[in-house]
């Protein structure tokens, strides 16, 4: 199998490498655009090559409406995804992304008999627990932008601008009603290692909820606590890419071995 494209509208490859002999997919949060991983390969060892999951609502796919439940989601991102998997893969997801790369891997082992090197969750609870907040999506809009400035994921220049809040408002609430309506549905825990990040003060996901992720696989599981609130993959961006790197080393080894 070859991949021909370095780009379609689910995926853009952020530095196309050939001779890549692992791919690292990367899903945003709430809200987020995939750009934010773009800069990534610069501090991930040279032989990975960064995919970035762009999910309708935003980016080159701005027009498109955002998916407000999860399976119509995985039923569409599975076979956009397929033909980029001729690689060793790991994925990477924060927060709403977290959630998108657990349901994905369970996807992909379902359809394909195919597992990630290696699952990253960052900032998001355990199933089966919902988001502890309470429903949010449907607030009136002056309620909707204080709980948006609450949760310090949106710039305060944005909040400021009435024309960008008039196209951002819409995806946010698509990505909250995505995330605070998800049901877990149980089955069988995956099999490949499963390291979880978070935020040391985080106040959406504590560590117990992350801690809840170690019965959903039954490989090699870590979680590790770095500086910061939610958005800890912004202020703690070095610490959390130097992990990343040497969890993608170990088990780029470790998968070797296998082979």
């Known amino acids: 199998m070859k991949t021909?494209?370095?780009?379609?509208?689910?995926l853009i490859l952020a530095k196309p490498n050939p001779a890549a002999t692992m791919r690292l997919f990367c899903v945003p949060y709430a809200g987020g655009s995939p750009l934010v991983f773009a800069d990534w390969p610069?501090?991930?060892?040279?032989?990975?090559?960064?995919?970035?999951?762009q999910l309708p609502g935003r980016g080159?796919?701005?027009?498109?409406?955002?998916?407000?439940?999860?399976e119509p989601l995985i039923e569409s991102l599975v076979p956009a995804l397929h033909p980029f998997l001729d690689k060793p893969f790991a994925l990477f997801g924060h927060s709403m992304g977290g959630l998108i790369c657990f349901e994905l891997a369970r996807a992909l082992r379902?359809?394909?008999?195919?597992?990630?090197?290696?699952l990253f969750v960052s900032g998001r609870q355990?199933?089966?627990?919902?988001?502890?907040?309470?429903?949010?999506?449907?607030l009136p809009e002056p309620e909707f932008i204080k709980e948006l400035r609450h949760l310090n994921g949106t710039p305060p220049e944005v909040l400021a601008h009435p024309e960008l809040m008039k196209l951002l408002v819409p995806l946010l609430r698509a990505d909250f009603e995505?995330?605070?309506?998800?049901?877990?549905?149980?089955?069988?825990?995956?099999?490949?290692?499963l390291s979880v990040f978070g935020g040391e003060e985080d106040g959406e996901v504590n560590q117990q909820e992350l801690e809840g992720w170690r019965p959903y696989t039954t490989g090699a599981f870590s979680l590790r606590m770095l500086p910061g609130d939610h958005f800890f993959i912004r202020t703690a961006r070095t610490q959390l890419l130097r992990l990343v790197s040497e969890d993608l080393k170990?088990?780029?080894k470790v998968s070797a071995g296998r082979r």
């Open 250 to 252: 170990t088990y780029q």
């Open 42 to 53: 610069a501090d991930l060892p040279p032989d990975i090559e960064v995919g970035l999951i």
């Open 4 to 10: 021909k494209a370095t780009s379609t509208p689910w």
């Open 110 to 118: 379902l359809k394909f008999q195919l597992e990630p090197e290696v």
């Open 178 to 193: 995505f995330c605070q309506t998800y049901v877990y549905r149980p089955g069988p825990p995956l099999t490949c290692p």
């Open 126 to 138: 355990a199933p089966p627990l919902r988001d502890r907040t309470t429903v949010t999506y449907d």
């Open 60 to 70: 080159m796919r701005l027009s498109q409406p955002p998916f407000t439940r999860v």
